[in-house]
């Protein structure tokens, strides 16, 4: 049997931008797309804690140290600069793999979208 579980997580960052006029997607600064294990084109969850807000996307690469989280598209009207959200991705994977399966979950800084050291 396949099953859905949790791959990575990046818990609560800030919104930096909402670029309504773009191809749509989810801008991540590339630190921590790697520290979450998450690759350019891949599909994301994104949770809004401000308004409750779920949606799903496809991740674009942003410029490394940055901070940089960046709704875009049709997306961009789910989310404002300044809210709280969490990035989830998922994968499948037998059952008793899954078991043993250990998600990426990274906790930046809350006002820099940095990496803590």
Known sequence: MQIEVLK????????????LYYVGSIT???D??????L??????TVVNINNGERLDT???KGARGSGVI???GPAARKCHAGDVV?????????FEEAKKF??????PDKETNRLVK
């Open 8 to 19: 990575s997580k990046i818990h609560q960052v800030l919104i930096t931008e909402a670029n």
């Open 28 to 30: 991540i600064d590339e």
């Open 32 to 37: 921590l797309m790697e520290a979450a294990n």
């Open 39 to 44: 690759v350019a084109n891949e599909k994301v």
């Open 58 to 60: 496809y991740v674009i």
């Open 70 to 72: 960046c709704l875009n």
């Open 86 to 94: 969490v990035i989830m991705a998922y994968a499948t994977m037998d």
């Open 102 to 107: 250990q998600p990426r979950i990274i906790f």
